[in-house]
């Protein structure tokens, strides 16, 4: 028997599962299990899913398609998940943030990518509403998630994950700055929504201020400042025109390479179902 190549050897490692690699299975055996999975999910009607099963077979053997690593991975296997990228949303409460977060570790642990539009969370230091108290803020809600991954490996790497922030939310300039430090979120990516808005007034060269908004509510731009426990401390408004943020956002990028960006409103005026709501984020930006 030849020995396998090194293409082989790293499909093996990679979409394998242990039983798979002990008893010498082959990548065609791979495409037979993953185009039996996906064929069983067909409907009856016209073709039979033997027909369906032949037919995925055939493309991914040819290299016409081959679908992503999750799904080459894990169908046809006790893990279920096959989706590689998936946006969770956390909303506007303690429940809420902390269930998504149970949720995406399952995800990560099956190996899929991640994005957050953190930016549905309330600014560091507003009322909360369960009890007494100040909001915390995104960014420290973005650190939490942070560690949580960072004791989760993802089938043999560390998880991939995104978190965006709408240009509009007052916290947006301490967002800019959570990874100013290195190995600080070590564990996400970090992009910036800009809107349609937002690109008009920088490159008008507006002198009025950029008006972030949170819950109808106008606000400015703020300075979050924090203790050495990242405990809420103040904020200061700052006025800042537009074409001002966004050579912060330059500026942050060229010191660490982040933040990305990503146009809000371009993805939504091309985004093929609408009716499934507003494109908030994506798990990658390029």
Known sequence: MDAPSCAETICAQRYFTEEEIKIGKTIPDLFERVASAVSAKESLEG?????????????????????????LANAGTPQSIVANCIVLVPEDSIRS??????????LQKAGSGL??????LRPAGHKT?????????????????????????????????MCVMDIGHPDILEFLGCKAKEGEISNFNI????TSAFMQEAESNSTN???????????????????????FQSAEDVAMTAREILEEIALAAWKNGEPGVVFLDTANGQNPLPSLGRLLCTNRTY
């Open 191 to 194: 992009s910036v929504g800009l």
């Open 209 to 231: 201020s950029w008006m972030c908004k949170w819950n109808g509510q106008e606000y400015y731009p703020r300075r979050v400042v924090r203790d050495h426990k990242f405990a």
């Open 97 to 106: 943030i902390f269930n998504t977060l149970s949720d995406a570790v399952e």
């Open 129 to 161: 509403v369960a009890m007494p108290g100040q909001a915390s803020g995104p960014v420290s809600f973005l650190r939490v998630y942070d560690q949580a991954f960072g004791v989760i490996k993802q089938q043999n790497r560390h998880g991939a994950n």
């Open 47 to 71: 073709d039979t899913r033997e027909a369906w099963k032949e037919k995925f077979f055939r493309v991914m053997l040819e290299r016409k398609f081959l679908p992503a690593g999750r799904t």
């Open 115 to 120: 994005g957050f539009p953190f930016g549905e």
